[in-house]
């Protein structure tokens, strides 16, 4: 049976022809374009917030709690817009974007800062979600690649001028997260504009009813509680986040790895993860659809999904900072250089794209991506601070964002094609959720290095009394102690010997990484919206015609009755 909300984005892409969804796309890149650019400095003014605020160790905590909220919420989000229509979810999700980007604005404290970056972490992957079901929904399987890069193309213009938005608002950093809070909501007018269109085309076709109107309020809410399976998610989120955040919090000047509300966090979350496991091969609608996993084609690109974003964080979780502190570097420059990245992994993927309309294949292409991203950790390893330096920083980056281009959104192309369009939100969602995990594992083990061994390398090469504001306040630090005084050198070789074990420790992860691309499968990419599209619709005339027999018959009963 095909949900409504399916269903109706079925109905809504058949409105448009090439030229409307072109323009459709367009409207999506505009949208797509508001919310990366926020993206791509808020990450700037996060680093900034947090050192202000006097906890800039902290920026990893804050990292992996967003991280643990994008893992549990994209399977409900999924399920939300297969029942309600894409619509409406994306409208609900920008009101918590609104809220926690202005939250965030007026924070005074780390933690209503963190309070408000959830809130925001909510709406922003509602928003990444949504926009990528919704560019599933309106492309065939050859053209899939190149419709799932539209949300990432603006990052070839954002990688040029995020530097110049967040040098020259990072000394104002709470009007620079709270006008986010006005553009994003305006820029997904034209967006609303389309599916309103389509919408009023469409009111003449046949829906199926809403689960709403065949329940009834009571038995409706009852049974979206099941579909979206509360308690699976509370379990996931509670175990990733009582196992992460602690890992992160243990270290700093002074280790608290024997205290209580260290180790009973910890404790719990790892009894929580069993649990989870436990109810979900029992759930009625479970997020984790543990039969989908049985296949090569999901797990396989389950494991680049999570892997990617682990071996990413463990260089580019602190990368900011380091460029800043340890490469003399600019804020404008320094942001340029960590986004380098997702522009030449962009550009990458959108030629790709184009190609694999004809080859149809993504396989090769693959496997050779996560190779690259090896050799990429490899260069890192060598460059970690000093003058110079940031030359091989950006070969690095740019190698990486080649590599990703050649197979992140592939192997999310290749995943889509293993299941039909029903579920079809659901297995990018839950990609999306794996990658999440991944988040949140590289913040949280990035993080668990740097607050174990930094404030250790520091007190090493620097008075004992400039520990504290080197290790909690960097940014404000080292405008008192400029490049060449020995207080900087200290803390430049600090940085140093941190980022080699962060760097060695990516470069270790990159083998499965490259072991989970050998078992993808290389399917063949037809014209059509999935590979089961024959298969979906022999289905629905099957359940047509059973339908329409019970009728059948009574008509033929009638007539012979008739007859007689």
Same mark, same amino acid.
């Given at each position: 049976?095909?949900?409504?909300?399916?269903?109706?984005?079925?109905?809504?892409?058949?409105?448009?022809?090439?030229?409307?969804?072109?323009?459709?796309?367009?409207?999506?890149? #505009? =949208?797509?374009?508001?919310?990366?650019?926020?993206? $791509? *400095?808020?990450?700037?003014?996060? &680093?900034?917030?947090? %050192?202000? !605020?006097?906890?800039?160790?902290?920026?990893?905590?804050?990292?992996?709690?967003?991280?643990?909220?994008?893992?549990?919420?994209?399977?409900?989000?999924?399920?939300?817009?297969?029942?309600?229509?894409?619509?409406?979810?994306?409208?609900?999700?920008?009101?918590?974007?609104?809220?926690?980007?202005?939250?965030?604005?007026?924070?005074?404290?780390?933690?209503?800062?963190?309070?408000?970056? #959830? =809130?925001?972490?909510?709406?922003?992957?509602?928003? $990444? *979600?949504?926009?990528?079901?919704? &560019?599933?929904?309106? %492309?065939? !399987?050859?053209?899939?690649?190149?419709?799932?890069?539209?949300?990432?193309?603006?990052?070839?213009?954002?990688?040029?001028?995020?530097?110049?938005?967040?040098?020259?608002?990072?000394?104002?950093?709470?009007?620079?997260?709270?006008?986010?809070?006005?553009?994003?909501?305006?820029?997904?007018?034209?967006?609303?504009?389309?599916?309103?269109?389509?919408?009023?085309?469409?009111?003449?076709?046949?829906?199926?009813?809403?689960?709403?109107?065949?329940?009834?309020?009571?038995?409706?809410?009852?049974?979206?509680?099941?579909?979206?399976?509360?308690?699976?998610?509370?379990?996931?989120?509670?175990?990733?986040?009582?196992?992460?955040?602690?890992?992160?919090?243990?270290?700093?000047?002074?280790?608290?790895?024997?205290?209580?509300?260290?180790?009973?966090?910890?404790?719990?979350?790892?009894v929580l993860f069993p649990v989870y496991i436990v109810w979900e091969l029992h759930a009625k609608y479970p997020i984790t659809p543990f039969k989908m996993l049985k296949d090569r084609g999901v797990w396989s690109a389950l494991i680049l999904a999570i892997m990617h974003k682990f071996i990413y964080y463990m260089q580019g979780g602190y990368m900011y900072t380091v460029l800043l502190v340890a490469m003399k570097q600019s804020v404008k420059a320094a942001t340029r250089i960590t986004k380098l990245y997702t522009f030449v992994g962009t550009i990458t993927g959108s030629i790709l794209g184009l190609l694999v309309v004809r080859i149809r294949r993504l396989k090769g292409f693959i496997i050779f991506g996560t190779v690259t991203w090896m050799a990429a950790m490899g260069i890192l390893i060598h460059y970690r601070g000093g003058l110079g330096q940031e030359t091989g920083v950006i070969g690095a980056l740019c190698l990486m964002g080649f590599g990703a281009g050649l197979y992140t959104h592939p192997a999310e192309a290749s995943l889509q094609a293993t299941t039909n369009h029903e579920h079809m939100a659901v297995i990018t969602a839950l990609n999306m959720a794996v990658a999440s995990v991944g988040d949140a594992f590289g913040n949280c083990v990035a993080g668990a290095i740097w607050t174990q061994m930094m404030p250790k390398e520091l007190a090493k090469r620097m008075d004992p009394s400039l520990v504290s504001s080197a290790y909690n306040q960097p940014l404000q630090f080292i405008k008192k102690y400029t490049w060449g005084t020995p207080e900087r050198d200290g803390m430049v070789d600090a940085y140093r010997a941190v980022e080699k074990v962060l760097t060695i420790t990516g470069t270790c992860l990159c083998i499965p990484l490259i072991a989970g691309s050998l078992f993808i499968r290389d399917h063949y990419l037809e014209s059509k919206i999935s590979l089961h599209e024959d298969d979906e619709d022999s289905e629905n005339e099957k359940t047509t015609e059973r339908e329409d027999t019970p009728s059948l018959d009574k008509d033929n009963a009638a007539t012979r009755t008739q007859n007689a």
């Open positions: 049976m095909v949900s409504s909300g399916v269903k109706r984005a079925e109905i809504h892409s058949r409105q448009f022809g090439r030229i409307g969804k072109l323009f459709f796309y367009v409207c999506l890149f #505009i =949208l797509s374009f508001a919310y990366t650019l926020d993206a $791509t *400095t808020r990450n700037t003014y996060q &680093t900034t917030a947090a %050192s202000a !605020l006097h906890s800039h160790s902290l920026v990893s905590t804050v990292n992996v709690a967003r991280g643990v909220v994008g893992a549990a919420t994209r399977p409900a989000i999924a399920r939300l817009s297969d029942i309600f229509g894409r619509g409406v979810l994306l409208a609900s999700v920008l009101v918590f974007f609104t809220v926690g980007t202005i939250v965030q604005s007026q924070a005074t404290t780390i933690g209503k800062f963190a309070g408000g970056a #959830i =809130l925001y972490q909510v709406g922003y992957t509602g928003l $990444t *979600t949504t926009v990528q079901v919704i &560019t599933s929904d309106f %492309s065939l !399987l050859n053209w899939r690649l190149l419709g799932l890069l539209v949300p990432t193309m603006p990052s070839i213009i954002n990688t040029w001028i995020s530097g110049d938005i967040a040098s020259a608002m990072v000394s104002k950093w709470q009007w620079g997260f709270g006008m986010w809070a006005i553009i994003v909501p305006v820029c997904s007018l034209p967006v609303f504009g389309c599916l309103i269109y389509a919408n009023h085309k469409s009111r003449d076709e046949e829906v199926p009813i809403s689960d709403l109107k065949k329940l009834g309020l009571k038995n409706f809410l009852i049974d979206l509680f099941w579909k979206l399976d509360v308690i699976g998610n509370f379990f996931l989120a509670a175990s990733l986040a009582l196992v992460l955040v602690p890992l992160t919090l243990a270290g700093g000047e002074s280790s608290e790895w024997k205290q209580a509300k260290i180790i009973a966090p910890l404790v719990i979350g790892f």
